[in-house]
């Protein structure tokens, strides 16, 4: 850690010492609710930042693709543990909406963001990048959308497929996380053209291992500082009279989904147009078509089961929002004013879910 200067080891060390507090928290008796999920929340978005910057300096030894890859999947460990813990103490409401408020923030919100973040770097106006990328994960997204409305249209219509929800939940998850493998297998072998093209790229000032460490620690403090989350999640939603699908789409989200957010939106802001997508849409196609169907699939060992079943509402929303997706990014460029109704669609739908 000798080339971190001052101000990145303090914040190292006040991360360290926020997710110490959350555990005081969970565990000291007196402390309220509120207290403890907003002290966790905090330790989750020091963790954001420990994530963002051990990102930058893999991503200087490594290529886009693999840079993406690796940050998403990490990124997205406080969302499993968080919808895990959620099943486990059955809260289904908040564990459906969780993961479909991961895919909504990262793919609207996040997005959005970042794109105007980086259209308005730019002298034309536009935040250029590859459409690979974002063609691939419409096609997860859409493809894990045809799953989801496929059983929400036997559920309302109460036919002899609707008493078999779990099943058909059980055979999709396992098809989607074929498809998401060899997606991924392609994705990371095919030589990308965009790493030679990303512009500056500064040079990494810690080793690769110690880089991938920090990654690590960060990933498995998560772990822990998701289930202090979900323990005072369900008093803080009595508290402050919310509603439990408001609490899962916006605020288990946005905190579960933290990392995507601070190195998403940080890498446009700074020209890095290329690898800004790759982290933010490869978290948007794993949460659809893989942690989605991984965490169904373990749910079976949980209290609770997980299915494809969704509030149709939110499966419009989801099925709708894959289109929108896609039109506004599958040619390789965007503007602000595209990244602003990106942002605007997911004020909606936090809107509905506040009244659920």
């Known amino acids: 850690m000798s080339g971190l200067n001052r101000i990145e080891r303090g914040g190292l060390l006040a991360v360290a010492i926020l997710t110490a507090l959350a555990g005081v928290a969970r565990y000291v008796s007196g402390i309220p609710e509120i207290v403890a999920f907003v002290v966790a929340g905090l330790a989750l978005g020091g963790g954001a930042w420990v994530v963002s910057f051990a990102t930058e300096e893999v991503g200087a030894t490594m290529g886009t693709a693999a840079t993406g890859m690796l940050q998403s999947t990490l990124g997205n460990l406080p969302e499993f543990f968080v919808v895990l813990f959620a099943l486990q103490d059955g809260q289904l409401i908040v ?21 105007v973040v980086g259209a308005r770097r730019r002298d034309d106006g536009l935040m250029h990048f590859s459409p690979r990328l974002p063609n691939d994960t419409a096609t997860l997204l859409l493809v894990a959308s045809f799953v989801i409305v496929l059983v929400g249209l036997a559920g309302a219509a109460n036919d002899p497929a609707s008493h078999h929800i779990t099943t058909i939940s059980i055979v999709g998850a396992g098809l989607l996380l074929v498809v998401y493998g060899v997606w991924a297998r392609q994705f990371l072998t095919t030589p990308q053209a965009a790493d030679e093209q990303e512009g500056e790229v500064s040079a990494a000032r810690l080793s690769r291992r110690a880089a991938l460490g920090l990654l690590i620690a960060a990933g498995a403090a998560a772990g822990f500082v998701s289930d202090w989350f979900v323990h005072a999640l369900e008093p803080t939603i009595h508290s402050l009279h919310i509603s439990p699908a408001f609490a899962g789409l916006v605020i288990v989200a946005i905190a579960g989904n933290a990392i995507e957010h601070a190195v998403g939106v940080v890498l446009a802001a700074r020209g890095r147009s290329e690898l800004a997508i790759s982290v933010i849409k490869s978290s948007v196609g794993q949460v659809a078509a893989f942690l989605f169907p991984l965490l169904v699939l373990v749910s079976l060992l949980t209290s609770t089961t997980l299915t494809f079943a969704l509030p149709p509402v939110f499966t419009g929303a989801l099925a709708a929002t894959a289109l929108i997706v896609w039109q506004i990014t599958g040619d390789g460029e965007a503007s602000a004013f595209e990244g602003a109704a990106l942002i605007g669609a997911f004020v909606v739908i936090a809107t509905v879910a506040a009244f659920e």
């Open 95 to 115: 564990a459906q909406t969780a993961l479909l408020g991961s895919i909504l923030v990262n793919a609207l919100l996040v997005l959005g963001m970042a794109i």
